[in-house]
T-cell receptor, first 112, second 113 residues
Framework: QQQVKQSPQSLIVQKGGISIINCAYENTAFDYFPWYQQFPGKGPALLIAIRPDVSEKKEGRFTISFNKSAKQFSLHIMDSQPGDSATYFCAAHGGFRNDMRFGAGTRLTVKP | NAGVTQTPKFQVLKTGQSMTLQCAQDMNHEYMSWYRQDPGMGLRLIHYSVGAGITDQGEVPNGYNVSRSTTEDFPLRLLSAAPSQTSVYFC????????????FGQGTRLTVV
């Protein structure tokens, strides 16, 4: 079963708009929540990450919001740009094997 | 630093053939792992290693073997390729096992016919 559920599967946003991607997890032993950005033909690259002791982390135009009680976290991309068009994966690290579980991914398209 | 280097980038195998996907990192990372990426499934952990001589199974280990004789190298072996192993494979490494910046290779696109 998928331990990290990600939505939406795809997202189209106008340039300058806000892109929001949501993830939910089941295992309360997860203790590190990264977001990865992947361009076609490339490996995923770490974008931003958060630990459950904070509710929000911001780096430039990218913000993670974290709701521990709801077991949900989201990525907000402010002022979205065509160069942000990529697939985004949320992940959760920890648990029995202390490994990383990924969401299914969101393909973001930012229209000029 | 080259980071995480995977070879080959593309491979076509016939059912039943075996092969080894190579992975090397030059960052002196203790933790290395292999993932497969399939459409709509995200990345799923195949095997991982927390240091030389130590390996363990991940979420989808069947049909794959690994070994870790050095800190730098972590090859993935397909024992008898099956069409279900058609996927994109990523090797990854990180300094900490307990969550930290993970670096991924460029991937190997494997097709089993």
């Amino acid at each position: 079963q998928q331990q990290v559920k990600q939505s939406p599967q795809s997202l189209i946003v106008q340039k300058g708009g806000i892109s929001i991607i949501n993830c939910a997890y089941e295992n309360t032993a997860f203790d590190y929540f990264p977001w990865y950005q992947q361009f076609p033909g490339k490996g995923p690259a770490l974008l931003i990450a958060i630990r459950p002791d904070v509710s929000e982390k911001k780096e430039g135009r990218f913000t993670i919001s974290f709701n521990k009680s709801a077991k949900q976290f989201s990525l907000h991309i402010m002022d979205s740009q065509p160069g942000d068009s990529a697939t985004y994966f949320c992940a959760a690290h920890g648990g029995f094997r202390n490994d990383m579980r990924f969401g299914a991914g969101t393909r973001l398209t930012v229209k000029p | 630093n080259a980071g995480v280097t995977q070879t080959p980038k593309f491979q076509v195998l016939k059912t039943g053939q075996s092969m080894t996907l190579q992975c090397a990192q030059d960052m002196n990372h203790e933790y290395m792992s292999w993932y497969r990426q399939d459409p709509g499934m995200g990345l799923r952990l195949i095997h991982y290693s927390v240091g030389a001589g130590i390996t363990d199974q991940g979420e989808v280990p069947n049909g794959y073997n690994v070994s870790r004789s050095t800190t730098e190298d972590f090859p993935l072996r397909l024992l008898s390729a099956a069409p279900s192993q058609t996927s994109v494979y990523f090797c990854a490494s990180s300094y900490f096992w307990t969550g930290g910046k993970t670096f991924f290779g460029q991937g190997t696109r494997l097709t089993v016919v």
